[in-house]
């Protein structure tokens, strides 16, 4: 903390004494048609090739000496704006930058050399607007399935709940919303996301090296961030596709100084169910659907200040009924999220973010039959706080710092149960608190023109709380004896000292080699009863007995430019370790913790994962898109489960991605997605054997038979409208062309072209019978999803 104290008090006597000879250009770079900020915009000097790059705010600062200078404003998609300056002061300037017809020129100059100048390894950022041109799984634009695409990302199962980032699990992915966490980011059991992509501004995934702002996670950080709605204009859009509806409303509140955007989008599944179920069925009654809510507010209250409140609300409801059986299930489950930011700039080199959020995650499960009625919750609420200081102090040096906190309520299960009148004892409502806090500092620094370095430090504390009962088990299992902690009582604290680092070298021949190395913590687990994830994975601290998840990665890395920067390429080798992973014991079950704890069901083991991921990316032209190659292997030791290391559940040897998207006219624009992944793992009986009648099984080792190659083809096509109409003067008969109010467009889609029936999950049968020597056993594969045509109607006015 010394070293940390001294470097920064350096750094500070630097900046001043680089400031007495320089002056710094400050401001916001938008969108001339809506007034939204543009998230890595850049300012750039061409003569002296330095440049900055705006934030998720839009706000850049560069620090140059004085003189006569041209400036260049880019934004992906957007053309360029060229002012010539003389600079003798400090001088804010908001540049607005309009949209253009000739695409592919300025995409040629929107991230021209961001590859490998960048300090990022193992970071990619998604256009939103290339994601509305992919194929779409029934017409659902799906930013999660976007990001799957990529190397070192997969999917557990077709449809699986969460992401799987370069082996870790599904809950070492810091997933945040306008900065706010989500703990379950799908719909309709993971076949969909929660993240609406009409109301959705930018998607960023940090998959290697983690910048110290972020903690709390393993594995990856994936940014999402909402629009911040149309402060010039009232406009509204929305599509009508097979299974759901969207409907966006966004204007301003007071033209170029406020803004709203609201995002609505349900299914209507539980529609086509009634209407196919007749009322005569055992069935009837049975449905699903989900709903999102998206909105968000801004306002700027002077030249230095301005909020912001977004919200989500999202709910997936399944009921399910045999009316023959008298058994009915209903589960409800759904995110809650609300997040305040304030900022404040102090001056053209110095700006604050300050944050504050709420998040409340709720899975309930509830079950009847005859007179017997049963339900089980979980979930988890967080109320957290960030403050966040950008400081620029010359064009060579970017500076972050700040503390987060977080306060969570955990409810890993609560369990009720009743038959009539009669209410079963079945304990109290588990909650288990908890304080996590961090302060980092990182700074990202030019040494030399090849050589540039971002470091950072992170320390964390975690802390475990009452009220809390602890329940110690005896050499039988039987709870012996309990110990009661009052209400802020601490139970057990952690802290972790987090080093960060990634280094950029760049190379004479439009290349560079980049590296870096993260070490975290993670303070919350996610313990899962079966082979898919499921909502009904369980969500747990860590406490006195759950220790908190510790990893590092290494990584490195070597990225080259192509022909004058339309191709992009890297190569990325990493390796990763994982220490105190948890896994429920064998045969545990949800209701197994009722007047005990959780964690005395938990086993906890080790995780390794190492691997090579090929890129190549055309960034502009018709024809865009990528090619993506992931070698990999990640393993599992969890002495309790297996004496022997053994593959994890998602572990992939090889995942292959084509993606692209080709603009034939300004009316047809057609894309295309393949994937090839090797199968699953799972454990399957190798033997079998009869105990007084009873079917009995000898299993093999954990995930030791993989299922078949996953692979599916899918494709698009999306007509679009004439953007102009012509307009006849009806006095003089002059035609004249203008812009239409309403546009619309067509997407058609495809899913699984050539009806690929791929595994979701084998199961063991058998028929005949012992007694008349016809005794068989067989398994079996259930697929999910043959050739699936779609088409939405998308409109704008």
Not at 215 to 224: F, I, K, P, Q
Not at 560 to 574: C, L
Not at 779 to 785: G, H, P, T, Y
Request: hydrophobic content about 35%.
């Amino acid at each position: 903390m010394k070293f940390l104290a001294l470097h920064i008090t350096c750094l500070f006597a630097f900046s001043l004494s680089w400031g007495q000879e320089n002056v710094t250009i400050s401001g916001y770079i938008l969108e001339k048609s809506s007034g939204e900020p543009i998230i890595g915009g850049q300012i750039y000097v061409p003569n002296i090739q330095q440049g900055a790059v705006t934030n998720e705010f839009g706000f850049y600062s560069l620090t140059l000496p004085k003189g006569s200078y041209q400036l260049v404003y880019r934004g992906a998609g957007l053309p360029n704006d060229t002012l010539s300056i003389q600079l003798s002061r400090d001088t804010t300037i908001q540049a607005e930058l309009g949209e253009t017809t000739n695409i592919e020129e300025v995409e040629i100059n929107a991230k021209k050399g961001d590859n490998i100048n960048s300090t990022k390894i193992g970071q990619i950022e998604l256009d939103v607007k290339l994601i509305k041109k992919l194929p779409a799984f029934l017409g659902e634009v799906d930013v999660l399935k976007a990001i799957q695409l990529l190397p070192g990302v997969s999917s557990a199962s077709e449809g699986g709940q969460g992401f799987y980032v370069r082996g870790g699990g599904p809950d070492q992915n810091l997933v945040l919303l306008d900065n706010a966490q989500v703990y379950n980011a799908s719909h309709l059991f993971g076949f969909f996301s929660v993240f609406n992509a009409d109301a959705i501004k930018s998607v960023n995934l940090i998959k290697g090296s983690m910048p110290a702002s972020y903690g709390g996670r393993l594995s990856s950080v994936l940014e999402v961030n909402m629009n911040e709605g149309n402060n010039k204009k009232f406009k509204v859009t929305g599509g009508l596709g097979l299974i759901s509806s969207r409907l966006t409303l966004e204007g301003p509140i007071v033209k170029e100084k406020g803004s709203f955007i609201v995002s609505a989008r349900r299914t209507y599944i539980d529609l086509f169910m009634k209407a196919f179920i007749k009322k005569s069925s055992s069935f009837y009654g049975s449905s699903y659907f989900f709903y999102d809510l998206n909105a968000k507010l801004n306002y700027r209250l002077g030249p230095k200040d301005k909020i912001y409140l977004s919200g989500y609300y999202g709910k997936d409801l399944f009921n399910f009924g045999n009316k023959e059986q008298d058994f009915s299930v209903r589960m409800p489950w759904g995110n809650g999220i609300a997040a305040l930011r304030w900022n404040h700039q102090f001056n053209s080199k110095l700006f604050m973010n300050t944050t504050a959020t709420l998040t409340d995650y709720l899975f309930s499960f509830g079950s009847a039959q005859d007179q017997f009625q049963f339900e089980l919750k979980s979930g988890i609420r967080d109320y957290g706080g960030k403050v966040e200081l950008s400081y620029f102090p010359n064009s060579r040096n970017s500076i972050k710092m700040g503390a987060d906190y977080l306060y969570h309520t955990f409810t890993p299960t609560s369990v009720s149960a009743s038959q009539e009148d009669v209410v079963f004892d079945t304990g109290l409502a588990q909650k288990l608190y908890s304080h996590e806090s961090g302060v980092y500092f990182q700074d990202e620094v030019d040494f030399t023109s090849w050589l540039r370095v971002n470091a950072g430090i992170r320390v964390s504390m975690y802390q475990f709380t009452g009220p809390f009962t602890r329940y110690y088990k005896g050499p039988t299992g039987h709870t012996d004896s309990t110990k009661t902690y009052a209400k802020g009582d601490i139970i057990s604290s952690y802290f972790g000292f987090e080093p960060r680092i990634s280094a950029r070298f760049l190379l004479k021949d439009k290349s560079s080699v980049k590296g870096g190395f993260a070490y975290n913590n993670q303070y919350v687990h996610l313990a899962s009863l079966s082979a898919v994830s499921l909502p009904t994975d369980i969500w747990y601290p860590s406490t006195d007995k759950a220790k908190p998840q510790k990893g590092w990665q290494a990584s490195l890395g070597y990225f080259r430019d192509f022909n004058n920067d339309k191709w992009e390429a890297s190569v990325e080798v990493y390796y990763k370790k994982m220490e105190n992973m948890i896994e429920f014991k064998q045969g545990a079950l949800p209701t197994d913790n009722v007047n005990d704890n959780t964690d005395n069901l938990l086993v906890y083991g080790t995780g390794w994962s190492y691997g090579a991921e090929f890129f190549i990316k055309r960034i502009f032209g018709k024809l865009t898109g990528w090619i993506g190659y992931t070698l990999a292997k990640s393993d599992r030791y969890f002495p309790d489960i297996q004496d022997t290391k053994y593959p994890a559940k998602y572990d992939r040897r090889h995942d292959l991605t084509l993606v692209g998207t080709y603009e034939l006219n300004k009316r047809w624009t057609f894309g295309f997605s393949f994937i090839y992944a090797s199968g699953n793992t799972l454990t399957l009986p190798n033997s079998w054997y009869f105990n007084n009648q009873d079917l009995l099984f000898n299993y093999g080792p954990r995930n030791s038979t993989r299922m078949a190659p996953y692979h599916r083809l899918d494709i698009s096509a999306t007509w679009y409208d004439k953007p102009t109409k012509t307009k006849i003067d009806k006095k003089t008969g002059e035609k004249t062309e203008v812009q239409k109010k309403f546009r619309q467009n067509v997407a058609f889609s495809v899913y699984n072209v050539y009806n690929r029936a791929n595994p979701y999950f084998l199961y063991i049968d058998n028929n005949g019978s012992i007694t008349s020597n016809d005794f068989k056993i067989s398994v079996k594969q259930v697929s999910l999803f043959p050739i699936l045509p779609s088409v939405t109607w998308n409109f704008e006015f």
